[in-house]
Nanobody, 123 residues
């Protein structure tokens, strides 16, 4: 089992940057594929990015490709989401999630979830 805690959210202007972090407990972090999802008010939770447990394989939603970068540091049990060129449409609660499989786009394939961190992009 793994517990996840997100941090790094906040208020930023359009075009700005934020880096989200997700710290995981447990000794087997390196065996988990990690994902980031987001949920805006009144909308369903949507996939943002994922990184395979092996590291090099990543997956991104089309809406964030070229602007967001997911990475992981297994020595620190942490996954990151670097968000650049932020837009008001990126405003949402961002969730970190873990699974033992592939870099799935489906939230239903992820077994463990953090509590979320709010990202607000002002116009």
């Amino acid at each position: 089992q793994v517990q996840l805690v997100e941090s790094g959210g906040g208020l930023v202007q359009t075009g700005g940057s934020l880096r989200l972090s997700c710290a995981a407990s447990g000794r087997t972090f390196s065996r988990y594929t990690m994902g980031w999802f987001r949920q805006a008010p009144g909308k369903e939770r949507e996939f943002v990015a994922a990184i395979h447990w092996s590291g090099p394989i990543t997956n991104y939603a089309d809406s964030v490709k070229g602007r967001f970068t997911i990475s992981r540091d297994n020595a620190k049990n942490t996954v990151y989401l670097q968000m650049n060129s932020l837009k008001p449409a990126d405003t949402a609660v961002y969730y970190c999630a873990a699974n033992t499989g592939t870099t799935s786009l489906s939230q239903y394939d992820y077994n463990y979830w953090g509590q979320g961190t709010q990202v607000t992009v002002s116009s």
